[in-house]
């Protein structure tokens, strides 16, 4: 997570895919010459009709080819009598033709949720469909999306060439409904998937709520994967363009813990940022989204990082990532997932009181929570309260703000006035 990484252009050629199996060929044996011979003899003894029901029995089903032949037999029947047993002949034949074949396949449908796209552009085209459609998004806040991603050769859920998604989405909506879970409805929140932050150890309850947060990594859809290499700059943007914000650490932070405290009392202002993190990491609270016990295995932290991705890069890492949601135990008080686990997340860091994100965004950046592969590679600390080093340390607003295949974000969004 902390090794640095620069993007590069993404493989376009799409991967190869398996031909389809080509169609039964005719049948040009014995029975089909034979056939043939009797369509002749019977025009050349007056049975028209006899002949046209011959020669027609071999495309016909059955229900047309015995109703030919019962016409023919009213026609000519010397010539119907000869021509029967060939047309039934050829019907066998053709039946256990088909009943050898392998059964054709059928393309998948355009929206079916576990297809993988081959290239980055089909992937952000299903990605923009899903959002307009379950997060209600107008016309022009969607443009905007587009646009930030259009402006990056990377940013999407992962190069199709390399990832290898851990979870399907169908598994994951399976795991959510046999837990009972459904996306948050909170009419104060104003959008889809949000839930209030508070303090409940001193009274508070969700009706006084100063802000929202994502219940899910961007882009907060359930069974949709993360969002990832993508900078900080694009994250705030990406928040800004749906009517939402960046988090500051202490929102993620009391997300996860299950207490949003004020920021005068999460932040030591005006103190370098080295020694504010060290000072606020020695006397922090430990605990868990989950709970006050560690355990990886409550979250997606079970993945696999592709082998020889040398620790960051388009090229050579795939988004081995779990679809949002899919681990309903990992979850926080507070009611908002994956707080562990899945990806890491870009979040403002104040060193000031005006540069918290409600005042726009100015502050650092920060990086929340673990990754897929942490069960494997425990790189760092991930309890809640926890502050990072100042890692790929740049304002959010930095063109050259940090991007990673492991790292997301998620939005944040106030309620009434700052």
């Excluded at 393309?107 to 949720?113: F, H, K, R, W």
């Excluded at 104003?190 to 009274?203: C, I, Q, S």
């Excluded at 997932?337 to 009181?353: C, K, R, W, Y």
Aim: glycine share 10%; hydrophobic share 40%; aromatic share 6%.
């Amino acid at each position: 997570m902390s090794c640095p990484e620069t993007p590069h252009d993404p493989a376009s050629a799409p991967r190869p895919t398996a031909p389809s199996d080509p169609p039964p060929a005719l049948s040009t044996g014995p029975r089909a010459a034979n056939a043939k011979s009797a369509t002749a003899r019977g025009a050349r003894g007056g049975g028209s009709i006899a002949a046209l029901a011959a020669a027609g029995a071999l495309g016909a089903g059955a229900l047309g080819a015995a109703a030919a032949v019962e016409t023919a037999a009213h026609a000519n029947a010397p010539a119907a009598r000869a021509a029967a047993p060939l047309i039934a002949g050829a019907l066998q034949e053709r039946a256990l033709a088909a009943s050898a074949a392998p059964p054709e396949r059928a393309a998948p449908a355009g929206d079916d949720e576990d297809v993988a796209p081959d290239t980055l552009e089909e992937q952000r085209l299903r990605l923009f469909a899903r959002m307009r459609r379950e997060l209600a998004l107008s016309d022009e806040a969607m443009r905007e999306v587009e646009a930030i991603f259009a402006a990056s050769p990377v940013l999407g859920q992962g190069n199709p060439a390399l990832s290898r998604h851990p979870m399907s989405r169908s598994e994951c909506r399976r795991a959510r409904e046999l837990a009972g879970v459904a996306p948050a409805r909170e009419p104060a929140c104003g959008a889809p998937g949000m839930v209030p932050l508070f303090d409940p150890t001193r009274g508070q309850t969700a009706e006084s709520a100063p802000v929202c947060i994502d219940q899910l990594e961007f882009p907060n859809i359930p069974c949709e994967y993360p969002v990832v290499h993508v900078r900080a700059r694009e994250a705030a943007l990406l928040c800004r363009a749906i009517g939402k914000r960046i988090c500051d650490a202490h929102e993620w932070e009391g997300a996860c813990a299950g207490a949003l405290r004020e920021p005068d009392v999460e932040y030591e202002w005006e103190r370098p940022r080295d020694e504010a993190s060290w000072h606020h990491n020695l006397l922090r609270e430990k605990v868990w989204s989950y709970g006050s016990e560690k355990n990886h295995a409550l979250c997606g932290t079970g993945s696999a990082r592709t082998p020889g991705c040398p620790g960051g890069g388009w090229d050579r890492c795939g988004s081995n990532t779990y679809p949002a949601g899919a681990f309903p135990a990992c979850r926080s008080r507070l009611g908002v997932f994956d707080l562990h686990g899945n990806v890491a997340e870009h979040m403002s860091l104040p060193i000031l009181p005006d540069e918290l994100a409600r005042r726009g965004d100015r502050g650092f950046t920060e990086m929340k929570g673990s990754w897929f592969a942490f069960s494997s590679m425990e790189v760092h600390a991930d309890d809640c309260r926890w502050r990072a080093p100042a890692w790929h340390g740049t304002r959010i607003m930095s063109k050259g703000s940090h991007a990673n295949y492991h790292l997301g974000f998620r939005c944040c969004k106030d309620i009434g006035s700052p």
